[in-house]
T-cell receptor, first 114, second 112 residues
Framework: GESVGLHLPTLSVQEGDNSIINCAYSNSASDYFIWYKQESGKGPQFIIDIRSNMDKRQGQRVTVLLNKTVKHLSLQIAATQPGDSAVYFCAENAHMEYGNKLVFGAGTILRVKS | NAGVTQTPKFQVLKTGQSMTLQCAQDMNHNSMYWYRQDPGMGLRLIYYSASEGTTDKGEVPNGYNVSRLNKREFSLRLESAAPSQTSVYFC???????????FGPGTRLTVT
């Protein structure tokens, strides 16, 4: 899952296995969530999003699950490939006093073993 | 369609020097953002511009200023750089405030 600080959680998976990356969000009023992938030396790249009126959304090899009861978000990657190795961030659209803003988690490192 | 571009890619400054980081997007997005990313931490919002002509502070605005030059361009200025501003800076844009953001490749800034 997500954590704040210098030591990011790391998930190591074997190539071809499925990966599940978890994220706990903080604001029960958040209505939009995004997963980003960040490869070394690059900017974050949009993977998939989900609105709070849904509990599941599927993309190509990725599925996002949203559990609003426990404020939990997960990203499932099917048949993980070496190119999936990266840091994955979740972000929630939080309603602040000055407007909406995306709040990012610290990230989870995914390492794919060949 | 280049997406979001940033210049420079790398920069080394001495304490007290000033510089401007440039950002441009070609997606006709209304909103633009500046973030900093420090090792092992998530992205922290410095400033944002919800639409052309407006700018607002994010969570870590001290030591920075921004200019939304036009719809395409959003610059970040460090007037007097400090070692605490050593970081990777990302610019992002989105169609509106509540839609996905697209990020540039980042600027690695070191202040000695």
């Amino acid at each position: 899952g997500e954590s704040v600080g210098l030591h990011l959680p790391t998930l190591s998976v074997q190539e071809g296995d499925n990966s599940i990356i978890n994220c706990a969000y903080s604001n029960s009023a958040s209505d939009y969530f995004i997963w980003y992938k960040q490869e070394s030396g690059k900017g974050p790249q949009f993977i998939i999003d989900i609105r709070s009126n849904m509990d599941k959304r599927q993309g190509q090899r990725v599925t996002v699950l949203l559990n609003k009861t426990v404020k939990h978000l997960s990203l499932q990657i099917a048949a993980t490939q070496p190119g999936d190795s990266a840091v994955y961030f979740c972000a929630e659209n939080a309603h602040m006093e000055y407007g909406n803003k995306l709040v990012f988690g610290a990230g989870t490192i995914l390492r794919v073993k060949s | 369609n280049a997406g979001v571009t940033q210049t420079p890619k790398f920069q080394v400054l001495k304490t007290g020097q000033s510089m401007t980081l440039q950002c441009a997007q070609d997606m006709n997005h209304n909103s633009m953002y500046w973030y900093r990313q420090d090792p092992g931490m998530g992205l922290r919002l410095i400033y944002y511009s919800a639409s052309e002509g407006t700018t607002d502070k994010g969570e870590v605005p001290n030591g920075y200023n921004v200019s939304r030059l036009n719809k395409r361009e959003f610059s970040l200025r460090l007037e007097s750089a400090a070692p605490s501003q050593t970081s990777v800076y990302f610019c992002a844009s989105s169609r509106d405030r509540a839609t996905e953001q697209y990020f540039g490749p980042g600027t690695r800034l070191t202040v000695t």
